[in-house]
């Protein structure tokens, strides 16, 4: 049985591998075709779905923690958040070439349960040496959004113990209007001078 699963998640994989690189003509970009299982078939179904969530956890951790520090924490976070990002990187509302095609890799229902899944975990411990310190004054605006603490909620994601780097990166993307897909966060990170975006970043993510 473990045998049979084994070698079902490496067909599926290679099948995956085949077409892992984003198709281009010239500058525009195709879209990608989800690879989708059997209609009916649920155990081809879970071994797809299996497969491209093995591909997520090359670059996100498979467990949990990043292998670039660049890359953002996905265990844990919520879930309409993680399904907004998909949707904002399959439409290009977000750039990443990578993301844009896992993004249009799963299918709209592989989407909802790859989020439902990720959000289900426990938010890894990667806090560093030292702790958050004294909140920066303009920690008060994030929690209008992203709640007490920084622990996210509808509105807003987590950012407690989120990487520096991916944070510091994030913030001034959104305040030089690179990352476009919020245009509250375009406004608030504007308004912040780079320094201040630095300390805030620190705090966070030693939370």
């Known amino acids: 049985m473990i045998n049979n699963h084994h070698r079902s998640i490496c067909a ?26 059997t209609p009916g ?6 071994a797809f779905l299996g497969a491209k969530l093995l591909i997520c956890s090359t670059c996100h951790g498979d467990n949990g923690i990043p292998k670039n520090a660049g890359v953002p924490i996905i265990w844990g ?3 309409n958040y993680l399904i907004k990002q998909m949707h904002d990187f399959e439409h290009g ?12 890799a799963l299918s709209e229902g592989e989407r909802a349960r790859a989020a439902a899944y990720f959000a289900s975990k426990s938010w890894p411990a990667v806090r560093p040496a030292g702790g958050a310190g004294a909140p920066p004054a303009e920690v008060a605006v994030c929690e209008a959004c992203h709640q007490q603490k920084l622990a996210g909620g509808l509105a807003a994601p987590r950012l407690a113990g989120q990487r520096y780097e991916y944070l510091i990166e994030a913030m001034h993307h959104y305040a030089q209007g690179a990352r476009a897909n919020s245009t509250d966060m375009m406004r608030i990170m504007e308004a912040i001078p780079a320094a201040d975006r630095e300390a805030i970043a620190r705090y966070i993510s030693g939370l």
């Open 41 to 46: 078939n649920a155990a081809e179904a879970e």
């Open 93 to 104: 509302e977000r750039e990443s070439d990578v993301m844009r095609w896992m993004a249009t």
């Open 12 to 37: 599926v994989l290679a099948v995956l591998a085949a077409s892992a690189v984003p198709a281009y003509a010239g500058d525009a970009h195709v879209p990608e075709v989800p690879a989708v299982a």
């Open 77 to 79: 976070q919520q879930e």
